[in-house]
């Protein structure tokens, strides 16, 4: 009896299977092929942004409004990375949640740890993507540290020449070295010239990228537009304070690199060396009074 009953509903789960990838395919699957055959790029990376965008609009209805602020906050820091959205950052989440599970349960049941990597996996999937964007802030926060002082001395050297703020940030922007700080100054200059002040449009970048040093740079020029003082006088003490600044940050990672090195010195190197020097003499008692 239960073998007939096992061949009456292996056809049934399989017309199942069947008519449910049809669904799938009428929703979801021919839409997604017919909008990857548009994009003008890769297959495999318009497959990505196709997939990201449909179910990033499928998150749209149940994305909660604190989440969305947080996650769009980290993108317009991070530069937009390749042009996503919350509900897309939301998608990746659900994606790597799931990969990361599957990749857990594989893992754990090998290990004999079933449950613990399926959490793991989940877990670390559920946060990996988070974890990408801060990575993606702090690499466009290091770039913009790197390049402001080049940048503060071209535009101090420019306003001393005789240019105004609006002209010596064109020149910023044609010479200065390609990177993130170009790309919001350039963003600034349009500003400028589609009728914002100088201190609306300074204040809208300082929102953007959130760094301290550009911050203070920027509090430093509208108190001197405020107050009528000099500019290049306030861009040649706010260069030089830069500079020291980021030798003292220098000389701190340089201290700190002795301390850093400490445990993979202790961890790896020495136990290599200790094996190699005492090696041979802890072979030599053991087995010599053995032979003895």
């Not at 290990?111 to 990597?117: H, K, T």
């Not at 002040?197 to 959130?210: N, S």
Request: proline share 4%; charged share 20%.
């Amino acid at each position: 009896m239960s073998t007939f009953l096992m061949y009456l509903t292996a056809p049934m789960w399989a017309a199942a299977v069947f008519l449910g990838f049809i669904g799938a395919y009428d929703l979801f699957l021919a839409r997604l092929f017919s909008e990857v055959q548009e994009e003008e790029t890769t297959f495999l990376k318009a497959l990505r942004q196709v997939a990201l965008r449909q179910l990033g609009t499928f998150n749209r209805r149940f994305m909660w409004p604190s989440y969305e602020a947080k996650v769009r906050r980290r993108l317009i820091k991070a530069g937009e990375p390749a042009q996503l959205r919350p509900e897309e950052v939301m998608a990746m989440q659900e994606i790597c949640f799931v990969l990361g599970a599957v990749g857990g349960l594989i893992i754990g049941n090998a290990a004999d740890y079933l449950v613990i990597g399926l959490l793991f996996g989940a877990v670390l999937g559920l946060f990996y993507p988070q974890i990408w964007l801060n990575d993606q802030v702090k690499k466009r926060h290091h770039l913009i540290r790197r390049a402001l002082p080049y940048n503060l001395d071209l535009l101090t050297l420019s306003v001393e020449a005789g240019l105004d703020f609006t002209g010596a940030l064109g020149k910023v922007v044609e010479k200065g070295k390609t990177g993130p700080l170009r790309e919001e100054f350039q963003l600034v200059l349009k500003q400028l010239k589609m009728g914002k002040t100088r201190e609306e449009a300074l204040k809208m970048m300082v929102a953007r990228v959130d760094l301290a040093p550009l911050t203070t740079f920027v509090t430093a020029l509208i108190q001197a537009d405020k107050m009528g003082t000099s500019l290049g006088k306030v861009l040649r003490i706010q260069s030089t304070q830069l500079r020291i600044e980021r030798t003292q940050l220098a000389e701190k990672l340089a201290n700190e690199a002795p301390v850093k090195m400490l445990f993979p010195l202790i961890a790896c190197i020495f136990p290599t060396v200790f094996m190699v020097l005492f090696g041979p003499i802890i072979f030599a008692f053991t087995f010599g009074n053995n032979f003895n």
